[in-house]
């Protein structure tokens, strides 16, 4: 595209307010707990039958967001990657792990239209965090018990 079209880069900025746009990222966008969001008991519309197997035979929403930015290389790259690793059943963190930071330095390149998925990782690495810290105090709590209560026997 020459500088002297009339689309300007703010153009080609991804929307997000079509549904298709809206469904690919939800699940990276979501604040719902996977049990509310759980759907294996809920009866299957035919709509949601047919949504499924058009998915089946083409890309799924997540995989043509990322492809349609500047890291559809890199993103391809890391797929091709999960699938090989997959197959000769392998460790996927290690053996991907090259491609996995390529693929993340480039969103970061790209912020402008990778951000709902970054803003989505960020959000679940601190949900982790909290997770773990919750855990950590939990235990010492109940070390703290446990010594004080083999304190009393004595």
Do not use: R
């Not at 469904?23 to 949504?51: R, V």
């Not at 995989?63 to 797929?79: V, Y």
């Not at 239209?113 to 919750?134: F, M, T």
């Amino acid at each position: 595209m020459s500088s002297s079209d009339p689309k300007t880069q703010e153009d080609l900025k991804p929307s997000f307010d079509d549904p298709e746009s809206k469904e690919a990222i939800e699940p990276f966008t979501s604040t719902k707990t996977l049990e509310e969001t759980d759907q294996t008991n809920a009866p299957m519309s035919e709509n949601q039958e047919e949504e499924d197997e058009e998915e089946e035979e083409g890309e799924c929403g997540f995989c043509l967001f990322m492809k349609g930015g500047g890291c559809k290389d890199a993103f391809i790259a890391w797929e091709d990657c999960i699938k090989q690793a997959e197959e000769k059943n392998e460790d996927i963190v290690e053996k991907c792990f090259e491609v996995t930071s390529a693929l993340k330095l480039c969103m970061e390149a790209h912020a402008d239209y990778y951000e709902p998925i970054l803003n989505a990782e960020k959000a679940a690495e601190q949900e982790a965090v909290k997770q773990l810290e919750k855990e950590k105090e939990e235990e010492a709590a109940a070390a703290t018990e446990k010594s004080e209560s083999h304190e009393k026997e004595k």
